[in-house]
């Protein structure tokens, strides 16, 4: 069992930063790839960003390459997305996810709470 919860997320204007974290509980962080996904008001959850169990790779959604970076601690059991030149398309509830393994093959199987962002123009 993998628990996740989601923290930093708020208001911010367009252009500025915002650093979500996801602390996850268990000991089995290390054997998990770390996912964020969003969700839109009327959209369907969408794919952002993902890291290996080591850190070592990472992948993107074209829409925030560049602009978003994930990362993850291990020692501290979290992960991380800096946020940076936020847009109003940016707004939306933002989860973080966990995977028993690494490539399209493995599915998402813990998720947290979610955390809201609001990007204002």
């Known amino acids: 069992q993998v628990q996740l919860v989601e923290s930093g997320g708020g208001l911010v204007q367009a252009g500025g930063s915002l650093r979500l974290s996801c602390a996850a509980s268990?000991?089995?962080?290390?054997?998990?790839?770390m996912g964020w996904f969003r969700q839109a008001p009327g959209k369907e959850r969408e794919f952002v960003a993902a890291?290996?169990?080591?850190?070592?790779?990472?992948k993107y959604a074209d829409s925030v390459k560049g602009r978003f970076t994930i990362s993850r601690d291990n020692a501290k059991n979290t992960v991380y997305l800096q946020m940076n030149s936020l847009k109003p398309e940016d707004t939306a509830v933002y989860y973080c996810a966990a995977s028993p393994g690494w490539g399209p093959n493995y599915e998402y199987n813990y998720w947290g709470q979610g955390t809201q962002v609001t990007v204002s123009s």
């Open positions: 268990g000991r089995t962080f290390t054997s998990h790839a």
């Open positions: 890291i290996s169990m080591s850190g070592g790779s990472t």
